[in-house]
């Protein structure tokens, strides 16, 4: 069975603050490793980043990714806990490295600016309208802008469950009636995805399962806050907004100023002089992304079709 050695980068608040006689060192925990992304201590508190590090046996790199991220995920989302501040490895550069072979897999990822949406006549049209509107409750549009405004994944869903549960009125309804508007907006097949079946009491649907503690699970691969916020959208559109529609053609909507990442991920190679690990591969692609010195990306008639 072959052995992937896997990097990969964590962006943090969290000040890397590990010591030995004067130098950084590194921990371990469940096979991963774990270090300050710049060792010098002298400019290591201005980082950002750590870097975890492990050596995973496994028939394809595939599955040395999948356990490496398992276990990796348990360890971030604990230290986020204690030391009380961001900390993730969503998104962010990796390196996997079958140890028998010369080249690597690679996602290379960079912050880019924020892209702007346009605030024009239609715009202004459907904010009078709504502000004319008694209708929908206040707390509607103050769960919907503090979904806007946050960054993860699964605090964006539940904060629009609480949105949409206000805008239909949950409170003061049958569950059924609930049930039936939802599946009136949403279709029968999303409503089913996120609200479950009455058969289960709504326990396999998604808004059941995130608030009471079952996480997002691996089948769960659609992108539910942009269909939910779509599909809210368009039924504001339909019911009241027909002179000023917003815009249902945005993409990327709910964008916001953190998180703006751009990528490139496949397979490269190191020349006689340069090592395939992380560091030195990001600090050439970040020199220059379209010749980074030292590596090639490999074409695609060159990329194995099992590593």
């Known amino acids: 069975m072959p052995t ?4 990969k980068q964590i962006h943090t608040l969290i000040q890397y603050g590990l010591f030995d006689e004067g130098r950084l060192v590194p921990f371990s925990r469940n096979n991963i ?27 394809s790199f595939v599955d040395a990714w999948k356990l490496f991220q398992d ?28 140890v028998d072979s010369e080249i690597a897999y690679c996602r290379h990822s960079r912050e880019r600016g924020p892209v702007p949406l346009h605030f024009n006549e239609d715009e202004l049209g ?48 049958s569950t059924s009636d609930f049930y039936v508007t939802i599946e009136a907006v949403f279709g029968a097949d999303i409503k089913r995805e996120l609200y479950g079946t009455r058969e289960d009491g709504g326990r396999s649907g998604l808004r059941q399962r995130l608030v009471h503690g079952d996480y ?9 806050v942009e269909i939910v916020h779509q599909t809210i959208v368009r039924y504001f559109n339909q019911c009241m907004l027909r002179e000023h529609p917003i815009n249902e053609g945005v993409v990327g909507p709910q964008r916001h100023l953190f998180g703006n990442l751009e990528s490139w991920q496949g397979f490269i190679r ?38």
Request: aromatic share 12%; hydrophobic share 45%; glycine share 6%.
């Open 33 to 59: 490793r774990f270090s300050a992304w710049d060792e010098d201590v002298t400019t290591a508190w201005r980082s950002r980043y750590w870097i975890a590090e492990s050596e995973v046996d496994s028939a």
């Open 71 to 98: 276990a990796l995920t348990k360890i971030v989302s604990r230290s986020s806990f204690v030391g009380q501040a961001y900390h993730t490895d969503i998104g962010r550069p990796y390196l996997i490295k079958r």
């Open 126 to 173: 459907a904010l009078d309208i709504l502000l004319g509107d008694g209708g929908i409750p206040e707390a509607f549009y103050l769960y919907w802008n503090d979904a806007v405004n946050a960054v993860g994944y699964a605090a964006k869903l539940v904060l629009m469950f609480a949105a949409i549960e206000i805008l239909f009125d949950r409170a003061s309804r």
């Open 216 to 224: 997002l699970a691996v089948s769960d691969t659609k992108n539910y």
């Open 4 to 7: 992937y050695m896997i990097q």
């Open 270 to 307: 190191a020349g006689s002089e340069a090592p395939l690990e992380l560091k030195c591969v990001l600090a050439a692609f970040s020199a220059n992304e379209d010749n980074p010195v030292g590596y090639e990306i490999v074409p695609l008639d060159e990329r194995p079709e099992n590593y």
